[in-house]
C-alpha cells in the first residue's frame, strides 16, 4: 500500500472548459494519455481508432485548456503528448455550468460502459485468479446525506491507494493490469419536496 497521499485533482468549474472536455475524442486521449503515459497523435490515434491528423487537433485543442502538453522530443505528428496532472474534479454550480459538467460526465461513463462489457464478453479468456478477483455488485442502503458523504470519501480514499502507479510504470508489480473501479452513489428516491411543499428543482 502506498504511504504517500494522492495528488490534488485541478477542479474545473467554468462551463467553457467543460464545453471543451464534452468530446468523446477529446476524452479518449485524456483516458490514454492518462493510463499508458505519453504517447504521439499517430500511437494514440491507432489505440483509439481515429487518424492522427484528428488527435493532433484535439490534443492542441485540449492544451489551450491545460489539460496536456508536449512531452519534448520528436516533430510535427511525431510529437510525443503527456497529460499536465492525472484525474480531475468537475464541479458545477450555475445552470449553465451544470449541463456541460453532466456532458463530460455522460461521455466519460458510456466509455466505462463499453469497457465493462468488453470485460464480459472477453473475462472467460482471463485466467481464473483475475475472474475471481473481480467483484460485479450492487448495494442500496438508507443514508443521510452526511453519512453517504463521510462513505464517498472513505471509498474514494481506498480507491486512490496505487495512483502513484499511474505515472510511474516503474511502481509496478509483476503480474499487475489495468483495472478499472466505478464508483457511483445516488438516490434513487425522488428529491424531497421544497418549503412550499413543491418540488426543488
Do not use: N
Not at 510525443?80 to 455550468?97: C, Y
Not at 460502459?113 to 472467460?124: E, I, V
Not at 474514494?156 to 489495468?178: C, I, N, V, W, Y
Amino acid at each position: 500500500m502506498s504511504s504517500e497521499e494522492p495528488p490534488e485533482l485541478r477542479k474545473i468549474t467554468d462551463a467553457r472548459t467543460l464545453r471543451a472536455l464534452a468530446h468523446p475524442v477529446r476524452v479518449a486521449l485524456i483516458e490514454e494519455l492518462s493510463y499508458r503515459g505519453p504517447m504521439t497523435a499517430t500511437e494514440v490515434g491507432e489505440r483509439i481508432g481515429e487518424t492522427p491528423t484528428t488527435c493532433s487537433f484535439h490534443l492542441r485543442q485540449l492544451a489551450k485548456y491545460g489539460f496536456v502538453e508536449e512531452a519534448g522530443g520528436g516533430k510535427g505528428r511525431a510529437r510525443p503528448w503527456r497529460m499536465t496532472s492525472i484525474g480531475m474534479s468537475l464541479s458545477a454550480d450555475d445552470p449553465e455550468a451544470l449541463l456541460a459538467s453532466d456532458a463530460v460526465v455522460r461521455v466519460f461513463r458510456e466509455r466505462s460502459f463499453a469497457r465493462y462489457q468488453a470485460w464480459l464478453r472477453a473475462k472467460a479468456a482471463y485466467p481464473r485468479e483475475w475472474r475471481k478477483a473481480t467483484a460485479d455488485d450492487d448495494y442500496m442502503s438508507y443514508v443521510t446525506a452526511d453519512e453517504l458523504k463521510e462513505l464517498s470519501d472513505e471509498l474514494q480514499a481506498l480507491l486512490t491507494r496505487f495512483h502513484d502507479r499511474l505515472e510511474d510504470p516503474s511502481k509496478r508489480p509483476p503480474g499487475a493490469m489495468l483495472v478499472e473501479t466505478m464508483l457511483m452513489s445516488y438516490p434513487v428516491d425522488p428529491p424531497p419536496p421544497d418549503e412550499d411543499g413543491g418540488e426543488d428543482g
